[in-house]
Nanobody, 124 residues
Framework: HVQLVESGGGSVQAGGGLRLSCAAA????????MAWFRETPGKEREGVAA???????RYADSVKGRFTISRADRKNAMYLQMNSLKPEDTAVYYC???????????????????WGQGTQVTVS
C-alpha cells in the first residue's frame, strides 16, 4: 500500500504560480507512473500531467507551456510547478500512483492505484 500526501495548494491571483508536492510513503514502486489530476464540482477528474522514470512525460493541452512536472525518486516525491495560472485552473489537485509505467492512457484515473487526499488551488 502507498500513502500519498499533497501539499502546496492555496489561493493566488491570475498570472501567479504555485508549486505542488506529492510525498509518497509505504510500499512505493520507484519509477512507475505518477500523475497529477484535478477535479472541479460536477466534472470528471481530469489528467493534468504524468511522469515516470523511463523518460515519459505528458501534459494536458490546457497546461502545456505553463506547468512542469518532475519527480525525485530518492525522496519518493513528485512536483508540479504551475506558472501563469488562470481562473480555470481552479480545482482540487490530486496525485496518483500507478503500479506500472506510463502509457498512452496516462490521463485515465482508472489507471492509478493510489491517490492522495487532494489540495485546493484557487485562482482569482
Amino acid at each position: 500500500h502507498v500513502q500519498l500526501v499533497e501539499s502546496g495548494g492555496g489561493s493566488v491571483q491570475a498570472g501567479g504560480g504555485l508549486r505542488l508536492s506529492c510525498a509518497a510513503a509505504g510500499n512505493t514502486y520507484s519509477g512507475y507512473c505518477m500523475a497529477w489530476f484535478r477535479e472541479t464540482p460536477g466534472k470528471e477528474r481530469e489528467g493534468v500531467a504524468a511522469i515516470d522514470s523511463d523518460g515519459y512525460i505528458r501534459y494536458a493541452d490546457s497546461v502545456k507551456g505553463r506547468f512542469t512536472i518532475s519527480r525525485a525518486d530518492r525522496k519518493n516525491a513528485m512536483y508540479l510547478q504551475m506558472n501563469s495560472l488562470k481562473p480555470e485552473d481552479t480545482a482540487v489537485y490530486y496525485c496518483g500512483v500507478s503500479l506500472a509505467y506510463c502509457d498512452g492512457y496516462y490521463d485515465r484515473p482508472s489507471g492509478y492505484n493510489f491517490w492522495g487526499q487532494g489540495t485546493q488551488v484557487t485562482v482569482s
